[in-house]
């Protein structure tokens, strides 16, 4: 089906304003990544979702970042109380994720990221 | 930090030449990606290597590791312009961890 997709595409907020980024993953994955990309710069891992397990939050940077999902579909990443070195490209990625063999050697699909600006 | 280190961070060549990236990681791996990114968006996925393998070669792209460097790189031949874009070397999570590393990526601009 589908491929794996983000809203909105560009947001534009104030300082000390709260955003919720949103992704749809492909239909059947069970593993949801979260990254940042921040201008010229490569992605930087915040968290990941496989299934129904805890997720690994061990890249949000501060507690102003959470995320959720439920069960094996759509996530949002919530920044509150957003500051400037916030903007950045937010990307997400799904795959097909489970055990760890398979994981190591998954094929993450990309969403095409939600571009955040905060004034 | 990320673990990745690209290089050239940038490179500009003539349609029909050949580029060829770095990548050179830190720790051990069991296998290593590259991703292809146009226009600062989604990436996508171009090809995996194992850590048992030497080269691997998918059309006009061929991968090489050596792992006793701690480096990978990738070639591009017989360039065009739509392979422009920011290429990144990613290294899969480690145990007890499910954090990709990826490089800092090199801008290759192909051109016409």
């Known amino acids: 089906g589908a491929g794996v997709s983000q809203s909105p595409s560009n947001k534009v907020t104030e300082k000390g304003k709260d955003v919720e980024l949103r992704c749809d993953p492909i239909s059947g994955h069970t593993a949801l990544y979260w990254y940042r990309q921040r201008l010229g710069q490569g992605l930087e891992f915040l968290i990941y979702f496989q299934g129904n397990s805890a997720p690994d939050k061990s890249g949000l940077p501060s507690d102003r970042f959470s995320a959720e999902r439920t069960g094996e579909s759509v996530s949002t990443l919530t920044i509150q109380r957003t500051q400037q070195e916030d903007s950045a490209v937010y990307l997400c990625?799904?795959?097909?994720?489970?055990?760890?063999?398979?994981?190591?050697?998954?094929?993450?699909?990309f969403g095409p990221g939600t571009r955040l600006t905060v004034l | 930090s990320q673990q990745g280190e690209e290089d050239p961070q940038a490179l500009s060549i003539q349609e029909g030449e050949n580029a060829t990236m770095n990548c050179s990681y830190k720790?051990?791996?069991?296998?290593l990606q590259w991703y292809r990114q146009n226009s600062g968006r989604g990436l996508v996925h171009l090809i995996l290597i194992r850590s048992n393998e030497r080269e691997k070669h998918s059309g006009r792209l061929r991968v090489t590791l050596d792992t006793s460097k701690k480096s990978s790189s990738l070639l591009i031949t017989a360039s065009r312009a739509a392979d422009t874009a920011s290429y990144f070397c990613?290294?899969?999570?480690?145990?007890?961890?499910?954090?990709?590393?990826f490089g800092t990526g090199t801008r290759l601009k192909v051109l016409a």
């Open positions: 720790t051990s791996i069991n296998n």
């Open positions: 990625a799904s795959s097909l994720g489970g055990g760890l063999a398979d994981r190591i050697t998954d094929t993450q699909y």
């Open positions: 990613a290294t899969p999570p480690t145990s007890g961890t499910y954090k990709y590393i």
